[in-house]
């Protein structure tokens, strides 16, 4: 037992020290402490030096719901009528753009280059999600106040929503057309984004009804918590998207309570230890023997997703009348992927299991890429575009 409690001490506390250089270094190079972090735990991790105690890496799974749960929340204040009525023409634009125009070159591109038409389908729905974590992070780290950081925040947020729904209808016509019913993804999609909505806007209520009565400080911070874990918890327990369960209830809060910058202020006073620990262990989990194993069709999916992000949110800014750093920046912030399209990924496959080991393949080789460049590319267009 004090061998256990050792290992555990000492990992989390060289974690945690390891947040503090990364910081430091993420401020005086061009690397993203996002990057540096996922570089980092992939050196020490299974496939590196093995020295994560087998303790962190059994209980990851937790450790990223409780940083998703937190990410999700603090989305959520970008997300009030204020915002909307100022910037939603663009918001909806960019990001209903920005996601059909990746499942449209990534499905299109692949099968031109002979992927059977289910699979490039597939990989097309998985390819318009984002990382919401690794993109708040980089905002956070800017400390960008510009109108195009709050934009993009808003945009990450809502991105979820429409991948869903795209996702449910591309597994869909994939079961049409191997003369299966939809009747089930219809089922899926409204009851996880139907149940997430109900559940966010359920919980948010009181939790609005609550922050005005809280004074700052620990008692804040514990509400805070307590109902961002609850919502995390009867998300998960009911089957229902935890991210955008906790992102609605965000969204509530911020619209509805008096005080509503208190408990976004208490979750931001701790999440960032959380969040080092959570990319630490999402490096030591990336497979990165997998990226020798499917060759020039994860090249052309790189490829077809950058362009497809860069297309769509260029025409979505056009449509939604965005000026011209949004819509020459936009594409280029969003290109992290991580672990709503693995989600995706691990649906498709267990309903069409023939595509499991080239989805699975392409999915966790484009995540280790697009982890490790997408946070590089995200602060260039930061900094780009307040310019």
């Known amino acids: 037992m004090t061998d256990l409690a050792a290992q555990f001490l000492l990992a989390l506390g060289g974690i945690l020290l390891l947040g503090l250089v990364t910081d430091a270094i993420g401020r005086r190079t061009f690397m993203p402490r996002v990057t540096l972090l996922l570089l980092f735990g992939m050196v020490i991790g299974p496939q590196g030096f093995n020295l994560i105690p087998e303790m962190f890496t059994e209980r990851f799974d937790i450790i990223a719901d409780m940083a998703l749960l937190m990410v999700g929340f603090l989305l959520g204040q970008n997300l009030t009528l204020s915002h909307l009525r100022e910037s939603g023409r663009q918001i909806l634009w960019i990001s209903i753009c920005k996601v059909l125009f990746t499942v449209a070159v990534v499905a299109f591109g692949l099968s031109l280059l002979g992927v059977p038409l289910e699979l490039a389908i597939l990989l097309g729905c998985a390819a318009s999600a984002t990382d919401p974590a690794a993109t708040a992070d980089v905002v956070a780290e800017s ?24 996702f449910s209808i591309g597994i869909a016509v994939v079961a049409a057309m191997n003369g299966a019913s939809n009747e089930a993804s219809l089922t899926m999609v409204v009851h996880d984004l139907g149940g997430a909505l109900l559940l966010g ?187």
């Not at 400390?143 to 795209?166: E, N, T």
């Open 143 to 166: 400390q960008s106040r510009q109108p195009f950081a709050r934009l993009l925040l808003a945009i990450v947020a809502i991105d979820d929503v429409w991948g869903l729904v795209v």
């Open 201 to 387: 806007v359920l919980i948010g209520f009181p939790a609005a009804y609550l922050t005005g009565r809280i004074k700052p400080g620990q008692p804040m911070l514990t509400e805070a918590l307590a109902l961002v874990f609850v919502c995390g918890g009867l998300a998960l327990w009911l089957e229902v998207s935890f991210l955008i369960a906790a992102m609605v209830m965000g969204a509530v809060v911020a619209n509805v309570a008096k005080h509503h910058e208190r408990p976004f202020n208490a979750i931001e006073g701790v999440e960032w230890p959380v969040m080092v620990i959570f990319f630490v262990l999402a490096g030591a989990s990336l497979e990165f023997m997998a990226l020798m194993d499917v060759g020039w069709i994860l090249a052309a999916y790189c490829l077809f997703r950058m362009i497809g992000k860069f297309v769509g949110a260029s025409i979505g800014g056009v449509c939604g009348g965005a000026e011209r750093q949004v819509r020459r920046w936009m594409g280029l912030a969003v290109l992290p992927q991580a672990g709503v399209a693995m989600g995706m990924a691990l649906v498709a496959a267990n309903m069409f299991p023939e595509h499991r080991q080239l989805l699975l393949s392409i999915i966790i080789s484009s995540t280790v890429i697009f982890e490790i460049i997408g946070p590089i590319f995200t602060r260039v267009a930061l900094r780009r575009a307040a310019t």
